[in-house]
């Protein structure tokens, strides 16, 4: 059982460039969440879907899109980066249709550095 | 909106010795609360959650926290610390959004370093 798996682990952009976060879960879990997490600021919500077809804006989703195609995936695209997006990226999904006490389930992060 | 204040950034105790993080949350309504805990190069895994049941709940590795209405907070313990604590600590609450969907909201997090 794989869990939520992350690629890649590492990443090393240009300002401007554009890139796509993979996260996957094979789970079979209807919630899936992008989170950014910033020394000092904990973790912020970008994205979220609760489904398939289904996104939903976080905290600080400028900068960020996703799109949910199927239950598994839920990608996180950088369509033009910027120094301000150097973080490390978690995805987090877990069942849905529960109680709020529902845990998320963690991939291990992306580390992105933009310069 | 729902929010958790967690007192100090870093703690350092003694291998052996009382382990004490502290999680102060605001919410207008009962929350639903959660330690999470980040080893690291990992990503965050699921210590205890407390979902009005019991006010002392217990959770993986010895850790416990105990729900105090009356002080808002949500403070987590471990008797006796061990080296494999070492770790990063986030206080989380469940909360609502604009679009009345649920979300966790997290604290920023303390950095707990055991002293062998």
């Known amino acids: 059982n794989a869990g939520v798996t992350q690629t890649p682990k590492f990443q090393v952009l240009k300002t401007g460039q554009s890139m796509t976060l993979q996260c996957a879960q094979d789970?079979?879990?209807?919630?899936m969440s992008w989170y950014r997490q910033d020394p000092g600021m904990g973790l912020r919500l970008i994205h979220y879907?609760?489904?398939?077809?289904?996104?939903d804006q976080g905290e600080v989703p400028n900068g960020y899109n996703v799109s949910r195609s199927t239950t598994e995936d839920f990608p996180l695209r950088l369509l033009s980066a910027a120094p301000s997006q150097t973080s490390v990226y978690f995805c987090?999904?877990?069942?849905?249709?529960?109680?709020?006490?529902?845990?998320?389930?963690f991939g291990n992060g992306t580390r992105l550095t933009v310069t | 909106a729902q929010s958790v204040t967690q007192l100090g950034s870093h703690v350092s105790v003694s291998e052996g010795a009382l382990v004490l993080l502290r999680c102060n949350y605001s919410s207008s309504v009962p929350p639903y609360l959660f330690w999470y805990v980040q080893y690291p190069n990992q990503g965050l895994q699921l210590l205890l959650k407390y979902t009005s049941a019991a006010t002392l709940v217990k959770g993986i590795n010895g850790f416990e926290a105990e729900f105090k209405k009356s002080e808002t907070s949500f403070h987590l313990t471990k008797p006796s610390a061990h080296m494999s604590d070492a770790a990063e600590y986030f206080c989380a609450v469940s909360d609502i959004d604009n679009n009345g969907n649920e979300k966790l909201t997290f604290g920023t997090g303390t950095r707990l370093t055991i002293i062998p």
């Open positions: 789970m079979n879990h209807e919630y």
């Open positions: 879907s609760v489904g398939a077809g289904i996104t």
């Open positions: 987090a999904s877990s069942y849905s249709g529960q109680p709020p006490e529902r845990p998320l389930h």
